[in-house]
C-alpha cells in the first residue's frame, strides 16, 4: 500500500472531491503549476475518479489530466509530479 503525503496534490484534491468542494479541485491545480514554474493557461485540467488502493482510508482517489492546449505534448517531468504520492 502506498503512504500518501499529506500534503501530495492528488490526496488534497481526493479530500476536496470528498467533501463536496470540487469547485475548488481547478484553482488548486493551477496554484500547483504556478509553484512548478509552468503557465496555467497552457493547460486543460481534468480529473478522474479511480477507486482507492485496497486498505486506503479514502473511498476513491481523484487523478488529474493534464493537456497542453497548443497541443504539444505535456512534459513527463510534470505528469510524474503531478501523480507523486510519496513525501
Known sequence: ?????????????????????????????EQWLIEKGEDPLSYLISFQKQPAPKGSEMPFIIEVQLKRRDGQPVDPWVLEQIKEQKP
Not at 19 to 27: E, M
Open 1 to 29: 500500500m502506498a503512504r500518501f503525503s499529506p500534503y501530495s496534490l492528488q490526496l488534497q484534491l481526493t479530500r476536496l472531491f470528498r467533501d463536496g468542494q470540487s469547485f475548488f479541485a481547478v484553482s488548486k491545480v
